[in-house]
């Protein structure tokens, strides 16, 4: 019986050896495709939206020369105005529908601080005060102490609404959705040369709203010669590259205007890239001494 079962157990070894040596057939591969939008929205770096701070600094930069084109096609002096309007965190909850409600219990949250500790920070500012106090009435300098660093969480970033409106070409009413909320569609593909060459900024902006905010862009329109302004609120379907329209309507325009105004929720760091901004409007002022530029910033003050 013994030489039965090690003869059957030697068999059923053999057979297991067996199929581990046959070959397992490789898995078929998949075809995968993404829409333009998915591919710049997971690659921003290559349309300048690498950061906060740049994407605020990019965005600036594409709507201004987009006004600069559409006004120089009609041969009209190009008149822009640039608005950027810091947004507080309470009122960026209410446009994105959140309530601010009371801490219930201060221990769960990161800057919570027990009258211990308050006591203690408390007395050494009272310290170092009089240590700088003894040393102004000394003639010593000494350098200024940096206030606490107080942790950064996710809802302490900084929202900007970035508006620049012009007098240039407008678009027609149809067109305004796919101009806007389809990627790799637009008019800069021609053979005049424009500032812009692959009609991106503004898509790209919406893109960096939708991912920072969630909140849509807003476009009013205007051609010559026409008596109504085409509004539009929308945001775009990254997966499948199409605009989803919020409200698309024909408004009256009393005032006979024409061109566009572009106005966008975007999250940005203002205090980095305050330098830059402010650098490239005083070289686009030099170099296009034939446009009108008003900057209007609105930053909430905090000391």
């Known amino acids: ?29 998949l075809l995968k495709q993404k829409s333009p939008a998915e591919f710049f929205a997971e690659n921003k770096n290559i349309a300048g939206f690498d950061n906060p701070g740049k994407s605020l600094y990019t965005t ?15 041969s009209e002096l190009p008149v822009v105005e640039i608005t950027i309007e810091e947004i507080g965190k309470s009122k960026f909850n209410s446009m994105i529908g ?12 990161d800057d919570y601080e027990t009258a211990k500790a308050r006591e203690k920070r408390l007395a050494k500012e009272a310290r170092a005060q009089e240590m700088q106090a003894k040393n102004a009435l000394l003639g010593k300098k000494i350098k200024e102490q940096s206030s606490t660093k107080g942790m950064k969480g996710r809802g302490e970033a900084s929202f900007y609404r970035v508006t620049c409106k ?34 991106l900024g503004a898509k790209m902006a919406l893109i960096w709203s939708k991912m920072s905010t969630g909140l ?12 109504y302004i085409s509004f539009c609120r929308l945001d775009i379907d990254i997966h499948r590259n199409i605009p989803h329209i919020h409200l698309h309507e024909k408004r009256n325009n009393g005032d006979w205007w ?11 760091n203002w205090t980095t890239y305050r330098s830059k901004i402010l650098h490239y409007m005083r070289q686009m002022a030099v170099i296009t001494p034939y446009a009108q530029f008003l900057f209007q910033i609105y930053i909430r003050c905090t000391r």
Not at 2 to 27: D, Y
Not at 180 to 185: A, E, K, M, P
Not at 216 to 227: G, H, R
């Open 258 to 268: 024409h061109g566009a105004e572009i106005q966008v929720v975007i999250e940005g």
């Open 98 to 109: 959140l309530v601010d409600r009371e801490r219930v219990d201060a221990q769960l949250y």
């Open 216 to 227: 849509p862009i807003e476009i009013s329109s205007s051609m010559k010669a026409q008596s």
């Open 60 to 74: 600036v930069r594409e709507l201004v020369e987009n006004s600069l084109d559409s006004a120089e096609s009609i």
């Open 1 to 29: 019986m013994e030489i039965g079962g090690s003869s059957e157990s030697q068999s059923q070894n053999e057979t297991k050896k067996g199929k581990s040596k046959i070959p397992r057939k490789p898995k078929e591969s």
């Open 166 to 199: 012009d007098n240039g070409k407008g678009m027609p009413h149809d067109d305004i959705p796919n101009m806007f909320g389809r990627v790799l569609s637009g008019t800069k593909y021609g053979l005049k040369q424009t500032r812009g060459k692959f009609g």
